[in-house]
């Protein structure tokens, strides 16, 4: 059996997978987020034993849709092609749910491919409002969670 396991990294071991996943073709510098080496970032991996093969990151990120204070922004959710389909993302964010939850945290927020809308919906998430463009990535949707309520 090989191991797995789901382990707090830094912003650059994200990089391989944000590049191979959701920047294809792009620049090694569009897979630097804005806030990546905040203190109140957190960046998770998903290894099968010493390799990383899924990846999803936590800001301290306010969204004025919502009225709450204790919130955070999910951004660059993603499993490597090869290991898509066969449960790791469900894995990857559950347990970063469990995470959000025990830290009394509120709310989870992210604006949500639009092809990655029903894997969301699946572990819970809500759409929010009309679908909008990101320039160069595509549709997507505001989608959240609430924690604590
Ligand atoms: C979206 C993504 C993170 C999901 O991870 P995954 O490991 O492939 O998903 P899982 O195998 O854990 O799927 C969990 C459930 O969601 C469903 N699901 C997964 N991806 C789906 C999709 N794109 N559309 C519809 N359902 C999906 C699965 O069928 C499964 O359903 P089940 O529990 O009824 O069997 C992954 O496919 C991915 O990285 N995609 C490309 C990048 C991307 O879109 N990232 C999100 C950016 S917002």
Known sequence: MNKISIKKINYLDTF???SAV???????????????????????GLYIENNIIG???????NNKNFDIKNQFQLRGMA?????QSAGFGKLLLEEIFNIIESN???LLWFNARETAVSFYEKLGC???????????????FLMYKYFNM
């Not at 990846?55 to 990120?61: M, P, Y």
């Not at 759409?127 to 320039?135: D, L």
């Open 16 to 18: 391989p997978v944000r």
């Open 22 to 44: 959701l920047r294809q073709g792009k620049p090694i510098e569009t897979c630097s987020f804005l806030g990546d080496d905040a203190v109140d970032t957190t960046h998770f």
């Open 55 to 61: 990846i999803a990151s936590v800001f301290k990120t």
């Open 79 to 83: 499993i490597l092609e090869e290991y």
């Open 104 to 106: 009394q945290v509120e």
């Open 126 to 140: 809500i759409k929010k409002g009309a679908s909008f463009e990101i320039p160069e990535i595509g549709t997507h």
